[in-house]
């Protein structure tokens, strides 16, 4: 994702002086087409086969996560959100005798309007298990339409987008914050994880995000995605999105 700043004619600052703009305007307004909030949705299966539902819904129970769009047309998001009754307490009580299974799993951008009762709003795909990678903690779904490139390297600075919500009802965009946290010395392990410090943020939860690079030359930015946030041991983490990399970090 590049923004170029055109300089006026005759002069030799650019129009927009970076100094005087405010970090998370720049950032967020280039970066917010790629995000994507998304729903996985599952039923449960009760042992006579009778699909189970819950509340009038097509579904019994779902979770979100927030998913980054790359430019091979590929979404990428955690692989937790395939096991949605993992925290769900509505699932507590038909964890004996009863198989939880994915059924759809819609996409928003996450600046567009969300209705809690209009679901076709929402992109509405299947994500067969035989295509999920089980040896990752991130997926990826492609998604037909082209996004930010990612880094080949581990970068040390950068900028994380975080998005947080003090309500659990993601459907309406006001209750999605985000915040940007400057990144000055990221180290990676050899698994490509970066654990960074998250900031206290009172009754808010944490839904997602990712870390960016950012590329500052004359008149120039540029960002390239270094990595997306996953739960890992119930901490949050920036997972790389380099591949089969095993160098020092």
Same mark, same amino acid.
């Given at each position: 994702?590049?923004?170029?700043?055109?300089?006026?004619?005759? $002069?030799?600052?650019?129009?927009?002086?970076?100094?005087?703009?405010? $970090?998370? +305007?720049?950032? &967020?307004?280039?970066?917010?087409?790629?995000?994507?909030?998304?729903? $996985?949705? &599952?039923?449960?299966?009760?042992?006579?086969?009778?699909?189970?539902?819950?509340?009038?819904?097509? &579904?019994?129970?779902?979770?979100?996560?927030?998913?980054?769009?790359?430019?091979?047309?590929?979404?990428?998001?955690?692989?937790? #959100?395939?096991?949605?009754?993992?925290?769900?307490? +509505?699932?507590?009580?038909? $964890?004996?005798? @009863?198989?939880?299974?994915?059924?759809?799993?819609?996409?928003?951008?996450?600046?567009?309007?969300?209705? #809690?009762?209009?679901?076709?709003? @929402?992109?509405?795909?299947?994500?067969?298990?035989?295509?999920?990678?089980?040896?990752?903690?991130?997926? +990826? @779904?492609?998604?037909?339409?082209?996004?930010?490139?990612?880094?080949?390297?581990?970068?040390?600075?950068?900028?994380?987008?975080?998005?947080?919500?003090?309500?659990?009802?993601?459907?309406?965009?006001?209750?999605?914050? &985000?915040?940007?946290?400057?990144?000055?010395?990221?180290?990676?392990?050899?698994?490509?994880? @970066?654990?960074?410090?998250?900031?206290?943020?009172?009754?808010?939860?944490? #839904?997602?995000?990712?870390?960016?690079?950012? #590329?500052?030359?004359?008149?120039?930015?540029?960002?390239?995605?270094?990595?997306?946030?996953?739960?890992?041991?119930?901490?949050?983490?920036?997972?790389?999105?380099?591949?089969?990399?095993?160098?020092?970090?």
């Amino acid at each position: 994702m590049v923004i170029n700043i055109i300089p006026l004619s005759g $002069q030799d600052k650019p129009v927009v002086d970076l100094s005087l703009v405010s $970090q998370e +305007n720049i950032e &967020y307004s280039a970066l917010k087409s790629l995000f994507f909030l998304i729903r $996985q949705e &599952y039923i449960i299966t009760a042992r006579n086969g009778e699909k189970i539902t819950r509340g009038g819904n097509e &579904y019994f129970g779902k979770a979100y996560a927030i998913g980054i769009l790359t430019d091979d047309l590929r979404l990428w998001f955690p692989k937790s #959100i395939r096991y949605p009754w993992k925290n769900d307490v +509505n699932f507590n009580d038909y $964890q004996s005798g @009863y198989i939880p299974e994915c059924t759809f799993t819609r996409f928003k951008g996450i600046e567009e309007p969300f209705f #809690i009762s209009n679901d076709s709003l @929402y992109l509405k795909r299947f994500l067969l298990n035989n295509l999920i990678d089980t040896n990752n903690i991130l997926i +990826n @779904y492609v998604f037909g339409q082209r996004g930010i490139k990612t880094s080949d390297t581990f970068p040390h600075t950068g900028s994380i987008i975080l998005f947080h919500t003090a309500d659990q009802n993601l459907e309406k965009t006001e209750n999605i914050q &985000y915040s940007i946290i400057t990144i000055d010395a990221a180290k990676w392990n050899s698994d490509g994880i @970066y654990e960074f410090k998250v900031p206290y943020l009172g009754s808010q939860q944490i #839904i997602g995000g990712a870390f960016f690079q950012r #590329i500052i030359s004359l008149a120039r930015i540029e960002w390239v995605l270094a990595g997306v946030l996953v739960s890992v041991n119930n901490k949050w983490v920036v997972k790389s999105i380099v591949h089969n990399e095993s160098s020092e970090r």
